[in-house]
């Protein structure tokens, strides 16, 4: 299936942005499947944390908040933390992470992907930014040198 793509480029550097999903203020991808959220990182996110090292994953069954921490991804440069998209019930984690946490980096929208979240509020899901907005807040951010 053929997804379009946004290409943000701000001082010298090309972030990729898909459209078939959304997008939270903290650099996490959402994305709608069955009812369903898989969530990642962006291309933004991976590239400025470069060479990713290690993940720690939520456990399966953990219930989760919007906005909450529910993970770490440690990177040569620094450690961040991974927040969840909506509020849910984790249902899988993508345990190919654990050994090859460089997925991260060379696909961060597929086989990168970090976990499945059975959303207890849909609307939660709508409220997130749409690929446009967070092109916008890429560029902000990048240009402000964050």
Known sequence: MYVSEIVVEVKKKKYIIKTDRKYTKTDEWAKLEDGKIREGITDYAQKELKDIVGIELPEVGKEVKKGEVIGVIESIKATADLYAA???????VNEKLLDQPELLN???YGEGWILIIEPSDPKEYDELMTPEQYAEHIKKHAEEGH
């Not at 909506?86 to 899988?92: A, H, I, R, T």
């Open 86 to 92: 909506v509020s849910g019930k984790v249902v899988e």
């Open 106 to 108: 060379t696909d961060p």
